[in-house]
C-alpha cells in the first residue's frame, strides 16, 4: 500500500525533527501539521544527498501552502497551494522521482543570486584535502556539513586557513559528486548494509551495536553504556578509525564486551555478534577468546552516501 511505501529522503522541519527515509504516510502527516508557530516548514532531500536539489514547503496557519523545488543550481522554483492534499501529493511526487510530478501545476521562478565561484586553494592544499575529504567519503558516515568543516579546518595552523568555507563547499560538492557516480556502479546488497542488518538483529537481541562510534576504542568503551538500553546485556561497535581501515581494504574491527564486566558474558556476547554476522552474509574471524577483537574479512566496503 502507498502509505507503507518508504521514500528515499530526509526530512528537517524547522522544530528540529529529523525524518530518514520516512513513509508516504509520515510524510503526508508533516505537510498536514506544519502552520504552528516554531513548526511552520519543512525540509526534503534526497537520499544520497544531491548538492543543490530539494524540496521545501512553507505555511502558516489559515493561509496558503507555499511550495518550492530546486533541481540545479540555476532551476529554483516555486508554486501555491490552497490546502495540504494537493501539496502532499506535489511533495510525494517529488521524493518518487515520478515523471510528469510537476507538469499540472504552474510554476514561478525564484529570484536568487547564483554564488560566485571561487578559485581553488594552491596546488599542494586542494591536494591533500582532497586525499583526506575522499577517505571520509569512503568511510561513507560524514554528510555534506560535515565534510565542509573537515575540509576547511583540515590544514588550519594557528591564524592559517588555507582553505575558505566557499572552496571547501566548493571542493566538497565536487568529490560528494564523484562519489555518487561511483555508487551507481554498485549492484544490490552492499558489504556495509549487510552489516547494518547484523546490528539490527543485534540490536533485537539486547545488545547494543552502533555502527562509526566515537573516535576512538578509549572514547568508545567509555561511552557505550550511555548508549545501553534497558535489558541489554552487552555491547558491539566500531569507531571511526575501524571504518577508516574498513574503507582501504583492511578488513573491520568490532569491539564489543559486557555490561557486567564478566568474561563469560562478553564471550557469549562475542558468540551471538558472530552469528549474526554470518546470518547476515558477512565471514567473521575469531578465535573465541573474550580478549580478542572479531574482525570481518573479506569485506568490500561499499558504503553508500546519505548526507
Known amino acids: 500500500m502507498e502509505i507503507d511505501e518508504i521514500l528515499a529522503v530526509k526530512v528537517q522541519t524547522e522544530n528540529g525533527e529529523t525524518y530518514t527515509r520516512p513513509s508516504v504516510a509520515t510524510l503526508r502527516e508533516l505537510v498536514n501539521r506544519i502552520g504552528r508557530r516554531g513548526d511552520r516548514f519543512l525540509v526534503v532531500q534526497r537520499i544520497p544527498d544531491v548538492p543543490d536539489v530539494f524540496a521545501q514547503v512553507w505555511h502558516k496557519r489559515r493561509s496558503d501552502y507555499q511550495f518550492e523545488y530546486r533541481a540545479s543550481r540555476e532551476v529554483f522554483l516555486c508554486t501555491v497551494y490552497a490546502t495540504a492534499d494537493p501539496t502532499a501529493d506535489a511533495l510525494v511526487g517529488w521524493a518518487r522521482q515520478e515523471e510528469g510530478w510537476d507538469a499540472k501545476t504552474a510554476w514561478t521562478p525564484v529570484g536568487f543570486d547564483l554564488p560566485a565561484q571561487v578559485p581553488e586553494p594552491a596546488d599542494e592544499v586542494r591536494e591533500q584535502v582532497e586525499a583526506r575529504i575522499r577517505e571520509l567519503l569512503r568511510c561513507g558516515y560524514a554528510d555534506r556539513d560535515t565534510l565542509n568543516e573537515a575540509a576547511e579546518e583540515y590544514l588550519v595552523s594557528g591564524k592559517e586557513r588555507p582553505v575558505s568555507p566557499a572552496q571547501a563547499r566548493q571542493l566538497v560538492d565536487r568529490l560528494w559528486l564523484e562519489r555518487l557516480a561511483e555508487m551507481q556502479t554498485w549492484q ?7 552489516l547494518t542488518r547484523a546490528f539490527e538483529a543485534l540490536t533485537a537481541q539486547g545488545i547494543t551495536a552502533r555502527e562509526n562510534f566515537t573516535c576512538c576504542r578509549n572514547c568508545g568503551t567509555a561511552e557505550i553504556g550511555g548508549e545501553r538500553a534497558d535489558g541489554d546485556r552487552g555491547f558491539v561497535y566500531f569507531h571511526s578509525q575501524c571504518a577508516e581501515g574498513a ?61
Open 188 to 194: 544490490g546488497t552492499t558489504d556495509p548494509e549487510r
Open 247 to 307: 574503507a582501504v581494504g583492511s578488513g573491520l574491527t568490532l569491539l564489543y564486551g559486557a555490561f557486567d564486566g564478566s568474561a563469560e558474558t562478553t564471550a557469549a556476547v562475542g558468540h551471538k555478534v558472530v552469528a549474526a554476522l554470518t546470518e547476515a552474509g558477512l565471514s567473521a574471524q575469531w578465535d573465541g577468546s573474550p580478549d580478542t577483537a572479531i574482525t570481518v574479512t573479506p569485506l568490500t566496503w561499499h558504503k553508500r552516501l546519505v548526507g
